[in-house]
């Protein structure tokens, strides 16, 4: 059970890689200079921004935000069932 809560995990994992590229794609569209290095251990920094510019554009908060937020909490509760479940 532990290995499905695993690879639930790594493709969660890869949806939040995903979402938090094209959550600096999105700045960068918008005229915002984005480093290299932020593209996985600052984004965070970057959704309270990409949430407004994309409310101001298209009227509504654009879905990689969303998915950023929901495979983040994925992941760690993936991994919470997957430690859980070594225990058994």
């Known amino acids: 059970m532990a290995l499905y809560f695993l690879y639930a995990f790594l493709i969660s994992g890869a949806t939040n890689f995903i979402c ?5 794609r999105g700045l960068t569209a918008a005229g915002i200079k984005v480093s290299f290095f932020e593209i996985r251990w600052q984004v965070h920094k970057h959704l309270k921004t990409y949430r407004q510019i994309t409310l ?5 908060i654009g879905w990689p935000y ?5 495979s983040l909490a994925g992941m760690v509760g993936f991994m919470i069932m997957a ?3 070594l225990k058994q």
């Open 20 to 24: 938090s590229i094209l959550v600096l």
């Open 56 to 60: 101001e554009k298209n009227g509504k």
């Open 66 to 70: 969303y998915g950023y937020q929901g």
């Open 83 to 85: 430690l859980f479940s």
